[in-house]
């Protein structure tokens, strides 16, 4: 019996999967900040068991996400320190901190408070360092100027992070009376710093589009996070609204009770402008509609914009912009079920393909 070549053995699947794994993008989280978030909005619409299932779905992938990463930093760490060191990936990390507000936002409807403040624990703790570690890291050392031009989509994804503090924080007064003043500040330094850091990352991002030249293939799925980034400020805000009477949400209540009408407004004129984007970027300049991790940064402010909605116009008694956020819940929800056939399609054929290694 001839032997096979070992140049021409199939990658085994540990071997396969280990690759997937060193490539393993750090905005991945993004699946968990989606099926989270439109589990919540289900829930406000009383869709019980639809909602359920949606969440166990954000559970699994966080607990295996969780995995992978804890597995690529101890295998592949060079590649780690390499997406920490990138401009274009490095601030993917936050959705780590904005996917483990999410779910412990929804373990909070549940009434699993004590795990939605371990959670809140653990996100704080890591925005805070990334927080300082990212933009040094990725930006402000590098040798490359003007920092400008490294600018993406990625980086309203810090935003995020900082409104998710806020929102899990503002959810956990109703049950700690105690604590109350605390998770005041908190909600209300977290929401505050979103929003300066929205306006600085809106700047330098609008200064990329607007002095170097745009390849189609860098209008890719992140710049939605500018649409989802005001949404979820507008959810920040619409529970620091409803938070009881605490010194500091005292004092700033009027005022975000007024701002995230106007921040409502802005990611609702901000939809046709990244519609538009997209038509040009496929179906104009004929980019391929292909999956790639990134869409969930798609998914994920679809969602938002229908929870801020909802809560927003329960908050404030604005049923018109309720009665938006509920009906395009469906269209988040349509686009969810889209993005996570064509993940599993791709994770299995990523896994099963016989791929082919040639040796020397």
Not at 44 to 57: D, K, N, T, W, Y
Not at 143 to 164: C, D, K
Not at 303 to 331: H, K, Q, T
Request: glycine letters at 8%; charged letters at 15%; proline letters at 5%.
């Amino acid at each position: 019996m001839s032997r096979m070549p070992l140049g021409s053995l199939p990658r085994t699947a540990p071997g396969r999967v280990g690759g997937l794994v060193e490539k393993l993008t750090p905005g991945y989280f993004a699946l968990v900040m989606a099926s989270g978030i439109i589990s919540v909005g289900l829930e406000l619409r009383g869709f019980r068991v639809l909602s359920f299932a949606l969440f166990a779905v954000c559970i699994a992938a966080y607990v295996v996400l969780v995995a992978l990463n804890l597995w690529r930093f101890a295998a592949y760490r060079h590649a780690m320190v390499d997406d920490f060191r990138d401009p274009k990936r490095a601030f993917g990390f936050f959705t780590f901190v904005a996917g483990t507000n999410v779910l412990g936002t929804r373990a909070g409807i549940e009434g699993w408070y004590t795990l939605t403040a371990w959670l809140l624990v653990v996100s704080f703790a890591v925005w805070l360092v990334l927080g300082y570690v990212i933009p040094w890291s990725a930006v402000l050392s590098r040798s490359e100027r003007p920092a400008v031009a490294l600018a993406n989509g990625t980086w309203f994804i810090w935003v995020v992070a900082s409104q998710s503090v806020a929102v899990s924080a503002a959810g956990l007064e109703v049950v700690s009376a105690d604590a109350r003043p605390y998770l005041a500040i908190l909600a209300v330094l977290s929401w505050s710093v979103g929003v300066f850091l929205y306006a600085a990352s809106a700047i330098i991002v609008a200064l990329r589009i607007m002095l170097y030249e745009l390849d189609p293939k860098d209008l890719d799925p992140p710049y939605w996070v500018s649409m989802g980034a005001v949404a979820i400020t507008v959810v920040a805000g619409a529970r620091i609204v409803e938070m009881e009477s605490a010194p500091m949400a005292d004092a700033v209540r009027g005022l975000v009770a007024g701002l995230s009408v106007v921040f409502w407004a802005f990611a609702t004129w901000l939809i046709p402008v990244l519609v538009a984007a997209g038509v040009w970027r496929h179906y104009v300049r004929k980019v391929p509609m292909t999956y790639v991790p990134t869409l969930w940064s798609i998914i994920f402010p679809l969602g938002m914009y229908s929870v801020a909605g909802i809560y927003l116009g329960r908050a404030d008694r604005l049923p018109i912009v309720e009665a938006i956020g509920s009906n395009w819940l469906w269209v988040a929800l349509a686009a969810w079920v889209i993005v996570f056939v064509a993940m599993v399609r791709s994770v299995s054929r990523a896994l099963l393909t016989d791929r082919r290694r040639p040796r020397s």
